[in-house]
């Protein structure tokens, strides 16, 4: 079972591009998350390499690599309380981000 955490990672990974910064404000709209928790989610993120950010007034953030190379096993394990991820993470560990993406255009409506 994920955690709060683990669940709104993988929405903000999946909500973010590579290719376009993404400004907070519509990042907060697309995850609805408050500001203070979204923050506090990407601070980790970015701590991990996952993401960065981008100041000033067209600022945001965006993917900092291919989605393809970036395992949901990476965003998971960002946020594991453990240092070895549990069996579930582990098994995600050949799901890219962009399988993930990729899944989820397919299955809206």
């Known amino acids: 079972m994920l955690t709060s955490k683990q ?3 993988l929405n903000i990974m ?4 590579e290719e376009k910064v993404i400004p907070v404000r519509d990042l907060i709209s697309e995850v609805s ?10 601070a980790v993120l970015r701590d991990e390499g ?6 000033g007034m ?12 970036i395992t949901v096993t990476d965003i998971l394990s960002a946020f594991s309380t453990s240092g070895t991820p549990y069996p579930v993470v582990r098994a995600l560990i050949s799901v890219s981000l962009k399988d993930l ?8 409506p």
């Open 7 to 9: 669940n709104n990672a």
């Open 101 to 108: 993406q990729d899944s989820a255009q397919i299955s809206k």
């Open 14 to 17: 999946m909500a973010l591009s």
């Open 50 to 55: 996952l993401i960065k950010s981008m100041p």
């Open 58 to 69: 067209y600022g945001g953030y965006a993917l900092s690599r291919n989605p393809a190379s």
């Open 33 to 42: 998350l408050s500001v203070s928790y979204l923050e506090s989610l990407i």
